[in-house]
Nanobody, 127 residues
Framework: QVQLVESGGGSVQAEGSLRVSCAAS????????MGWFRQAPGKEREFVAA????????WYSNSAKGRFTISRDDAKSTVYLEMTRLKPEDTAVYYC????????????????????WGHGTQVTVSS
């Protein structure tokens, strides 16, 4: 399995921007679809964004679409989530996850489709 480590979290003010990163080690990173999920205190973990191998497709939650951008750099075995126009409601621990597609099929928003998870990075947005 691929090992994942998130970084780049921190505290920002509302309307600010932040980029979180997820570095992978082991296995073949380029073959994986990668996803970002988040979990706020007292809430269930929710899907944020995902990206397919070769960046053929990207997917976003309704709350992320138009504000967040997911990207990947296979040469660096890293996936990124660029977050702009941040809101206090975005405050959460952000997790990256790796999914091995079944053929060409990627299921972007279901946790049980991902086989590897990082330990998360905290993002705090103040009003």
């Amino acid at each position: 399995q691929v090992q994942l480590v998130e970084s780049g979290g921190g505290s920002v003010q509302a309307e600010g921007s932040l980029r979180v990163s997820c570095a992978a080690s082991g296995r073949t990173f380029s073959r994986y679809a990668m996803g970002w999920f988040r979990q706020a205190p007292g809430k269930e973990r929710e899907f944020v964004a995902a990206i397919s191998p070769n960046t053929e497709n990207t997917w976003y939650s309704n709350s992320a679409k138009g504000r967040f951008t997911i990207s990947r750099d296979d040469a660096k075995s890293t996936v990124y989530l660029e977050m702009t126009r941040l809101k206090p409601e975005d405050t959460a621990v952000y997790y990256c996850a790796a999914q091995r597609p079944r053929g060409k099929i990627v299921v972007p928003d279901l946790e049980d489709q991902y086989e590897s998870w990082g330990h998360g990075t905290q993002v705090t947005v103040s009003s």
